[in-house]
């Protein structure tokens, strides 16, 4: 926990990491984009052998299409947040996020058949897509510096809620499978005639609640000031720190905005110092990605198959892989500002590359049962309290100011580009290679990570959005 000094208004003052309870609370009502982002990506790992079963999917190419079509969604949303942020605002990009949130997710459970249902996901990845880069960017952007690393966490924490929650619902709603049940006895039940559709409805609810929630959120102050309405981004950083604070912070966006007026996105890209920091974006979203650790949330049924778990022993060990998520998420909200983003993110490409190692080793081996299981929960403990939350911290930080959101835009459109290749190439990998192998490839590319991030990525913990903007230059 950080202090704060004398000068802070009494709202800093009496709170954690000089945040005042409104900029918790409107990161909250940002980190529902977060948790619908978690829920609505997850929840097909539950429901996949029933929607499979119900469609008749069985060439392995359609049943690939179907957990990856939404990525095709993710990167329409992630190229069309960063203009629609910067043109309207991140409040309404927000809102246009959570709307289709509750859209896709109805059109979801009521799809009569595979096209339908192919279309309505690609829709839901729209809304990730959206989410996934303006809920950290929104949050960032009304957080202090001493308390924007954990802020950004909160939708961390946001997503593997999310992912929680998704995994609890198919389990409480998934009927049990015999072992022994044809793919025609599943489509038949409970769980292949309506129980994945009560799977995927169940999104709507915290979609509401996510729009209603973005109809009383302020907007950006930071936004604000780059559209030059500087009363109205002085009123909303009053509101959100106090008179002293929003003081100090309208002094620096001005000093920013002197320094960098009229810049564009195409502009700073001819700019080398500004292409390299685009260029450690990408590389950042990437490697989130590919270090493979969404293949066990995307293809939990697959991974513990091998390991000689049944359907239904699967299903209650997704939860335990989500409650460690969830666990090990709080744990980086605790680390990130006194560990710093580099060490962690160092920390989960060293650690992934040797759990991996020995999981490929355990698959190739014929090693099954609980060993398999903790490597697997070890795997994930790793990523939660490394690589998936301060990502997304580092990228909502590194960007300068004048094209954050097209920047931000672009990062994301590399993490869903990257995510794409990863969930399809899954399949294909493990039917070829095998699941040993396919681990053992995700560890090269943590290793390569480790690298990459040693070489490139300074620390930018406790300094201001513009105090690390201006180191770049």
């Not at 198959?305 to 699967?314: E, K, L, P, Q, R």
Request: net charge neutral; hydrophobic share 55%; glycine share 10%.
């Amino acid at each position: 926990m950080h202090g704060v000094s004398a000068s802070s208004s009494r709202s800093d003052a009496e709170l954690p990491g000089g945040a005042s309870g409104i900029v918790w609370l409107c990161a909250a009502v940002s980190a529902l984009g977060g948790l619908l982002f978690g829920y609505d990506w997850v929840v097909i790992g539950g429901a996949k052998p029933f929607y499979e079963a119900s469609f008749g999917l069985t060439a392995a190419t359609d049943q690939a299409w179907a957990v990856s079509c939404a990525l095709i969604g993710c990167l329409t949303g992630a190229v069309v947040s960063g203009p629609l942020s910067d043109r309207l605002g991140r409040k309404p990009a927000l809102l246009v996020a959570a709307l289709t949130f509750v859209v896709s997710s109805l059109g979801t459970a009521l799809a009569p058949d595979f096209a339908s249902f192919v279309l309505w996901r690609i829709a839901g990845g729209v809304a990730i897509g959206m989410a996934s880069g303006l809920s950290p960017l929104y949050i960032a952007e009304i957080a202090p510096a001493k308390s924007r690393g954990r802020l950004v966490c909160l939708n961390q924490i946001a997503i593997v809620i999310g992912i929680l929650g998704a995994q609890i619902v198919n389990l409480l709603i998934a009927e049990p499978v015999p072992p022994a049940a044809t793919v025609a006895e599943i489509a038949g039940s409970w769980n292949g005639t309506a129980g994945w559709r009560w799977m995927f409805a169940a999104a709507a609810v915290p979609a509401v609640a996510f729009a209603l929630g973005c109809l009383f959120i302020p907007e950006s102050p930071r936004w604000l000031a780059r559209r030059g309405q500087w009363e109205h981004s002085d009123r909303v950083l009053t509101r959100l720190g106090g008179a002293t604070y929003a003081m100090k912070a309208a002094e620096a966006l001005r000093l920013a905005q002197v320094q960098s007026s009229g810049r564009s996105l195409g502009s700073l890209v001819r700019e080398p110092r500004f292409r390299r920091v685009l260029l450690i974006g990408i590389g950042l979203a990437v490697l989130q990605q590919w270090c493979g650790i969404n293949v066990i949330f995307n293809y939990a049924q697959e991974i513990f198959a091998s390991a000689g778990y049944a359907v239904s022993d699967t299903l209650f060990n997704i939860v335990i892989t989500g409650v460690v998520n969830c666990v090990f998420t709080l744990v980086a909200l605790g680390t990130v500002e006194r560990w710093g983003r580099r060490q962690l993110l160092l920390l989960g490409c060293s650690g992934l590359a040797s759990i991996y190692m020995v999981l490929g080793a355990c698959y190739m081996l014929g090693i099954q049962g609980w060993p398999l299981l903790l490597l697997v929960v070890s795997a994930i403990a790793c990523y939660a309290m490394t690589l998936a939350p301060v990502t997304w911290v580092a990228l909502a930080e590194i960007f300068p100011g004048e094209a954050r959101g097209a920047s931000m835009s672009v990062a994301t459109t590399a993490l869903w580009t990257a995510c794409f290749v990863l969930t399809y190439t899954f399949p294909l990998l493990n039917a070829g290679a095998g699941t040993g192998l396919t681990f053992w490839l995700y560890a090269g590319v943590c290793a390569a990570g480790f690298i990459f991030i040693y070489a490139t990525l300074p620390e930018t913990g406790g300094k201001s959005l513009e105090e690390i903007e201006a180191a770049w230059r």
